[in-house]
C-alpha cells in the first residue's frame, strides 16, 4: 500500500522505498498499529515488534536492491538507533512534512560524521 516496494528483505530486516516520504511514515504507522493489535492475542513469546527508521532524499533503486545516503541513514536509524515499536524520522523527514505529521524531537546523533536531528513518530 501507499506505492512502496520492498526490494529487499535479509535476516531481520526489510527494505522498502516510497515515492514520497509522507507515504512511508502512513506504512510505518500502520504496520505498528496492526502489530500492536496482533500482539496483544498473543503470549510475549510470540509477539513480533519493529524498529523503523526513515529519511528521505535521492536514491539509485534497481530492480532488487537500492543505495544512496538516504538508504544508509535509514537502516542506521532503524536497525541500531530505534527502540522496538518505535518509528523514528531523520530531520529531512520531518522538514519536509512540516505540518502534515505529528512527531517529538527524540535526540541527536552522529552518523557517518554527519549530525542528525531524530524524531518520534506520533502513532
Known amino acids: 500500500r501507499g506505492g512502496g516496494r520492498v526490494l529487499s528483505q535479509r535476516a531481520d530486516n526489510i527494505l522498502a522505498v516510497y515515492p514520497a516520504a509522507l507515504s512511508a511514515v502512513k506504512a510505518a504507522r500502520r504496520a505498528q498499529q496492526f502489530l ?72 541527536s546523533t552522529q552518523i557517518g560524521g554527519r549530525l542528525f536531528e531524530l524524531h518520534r513518530c506520533a502513532p
Open 36 to 107: 500492536k493489535k496482533d500482539n496483544a492475542k498473543r503470549p510475549p513469546s510470540d509477539r513480533f515488534h519493529l524498529c523503523i527508521g526513515i529519511d528521505a532524499g535521492p536514491v539509485l533503486a534497481l530492480s532488487d536492491d537500492v543505495f544512496g545516503a538516504a538508504v544508509n541513514i535509514a537502516s542506521k536509524i532503524g536497525e541500531d538507533l530505534a527502540e522496538k515499536n518505535e518509528i523514528l524520522l531523520s530531520g529531512e523527514v520531518v522538514h519536509r512534512l512540516a505540518g502534515r505529521i505529528r512527531s517529538s524531537y527524540a535526540r
